[in-house]
């Protein structure tokens, strides 16, 4: 059972790339979410998609867009990269109903120089 | 959601229980409260969660009070592989949810 899978684990780009971060959890999870983690601020949430076909604004939502292509996977986009960007990626999912903790990936370093 | 406050750094010696306080005075009655920890590098992982009862599982136990603005976690007898940062958040009960992680608490386990 690998519970929630990101790629790629690293990454490096240049300023005004683009480039998708990929997320898929295999344990019938309907809500899934984007975090990202810069050095002493803890996990910001950028995007958030409740169920399959829904998605919505986190804390910090901009530069990004995401896509929930079916109830598995969550897709983060950073159309022209900056380098304030530069962080860790996490991507999370939980049963989304009633109580229920979260399971996170092992995060995608990105640096963008 | 509530928002959460927590002491910004513990200390606690090896094979002692650490106690890692957490603040939640506008709880709400429907909200439940999670523990996640943090170790460096990895993705949070999961701890324990409670609505009214004290909680207890393999990892640790979770004690709110009886008014729910607060909550501890307890490690009964800390390891050196306990060092993280622990993040204590809320959450309602609801056909959907999101969480918005604070800055934790980094718990140091000193040999």
């Known amino acids: 059972n690998a519970g929630v899978t990101q790629t790629p684990k690293f990454q490096v780009l240049k300023t005004g790339q683009s480039m998708t971060l990929q997320c898929a959890q295999d344990?019938?999870?309907?809500?899934m979410y984007w975090y990202r983690q810069d050095p002493g601020m803890g996990l910001r949430l950028i995007y958030y998609?409740?169920?399959?076909?829904?998605?919505d604004k986190g804390e910090v939502p901009n530069g990004y867009n995401v896509s929930r292509l079916n109830k598995r996977e969550f897709s983060l986009r950073l159309e022209s990269a900056a380098p304030s960007q530069t962080s860790v990626y996490f991507c999370?999912?939980?049963?989304?109903?009633?109580?229920?903790?979260?399971?996170f990936g092992s995060g995608t370093r990105l640096t963008v120089v | 959601d509530a928002k959460t406050t927590q002491p910004p750094s513990m200390d606690c010696a090896e094979g002692r229980a650490a106690n890692l306080p957490c603040n939640h005075s506008?709880?709400?009655?429907?909200?439940?409260v999670y523990w996640y920890r943090q170790i460096h590098s990895q993705g949070p992982q999961y701890i324990i969660h409670?609505?009214?009862n004290n909680e207890t599982n393999e990892m640790a136990s979770l004690i709110i009070t009886e008014d729910r603005k607060s909550s501890t976690l307890i490690l009964p007898h800390a390891t050196l592989r306990d060092t993280a940062v622990y993040y204590c958040?809320?959450?309602?009960?609801?056909?959907?949810?999101?969480?918005?992680f604070g800055p934790g608490t980094s718990l140091s386990v000193i040999p």
């Open positions: 999370a999912s939980s049963i989304g109903q009633r109580s229920g903790g979260y399971t």
């Open positions: 344990m019938n999870h309907n809500s």
């Open positions: 998609s409740a169920s399959e076909g829904t998605t």
């Open positions: 506008t709880i709400s009655g429907n909200e439940y």
């Open positions: 409670g609505l009214k």
């Open positions: 958040i809320v959450r309602a009960e609801a056909s959907y949810d999101k969480v918005i």
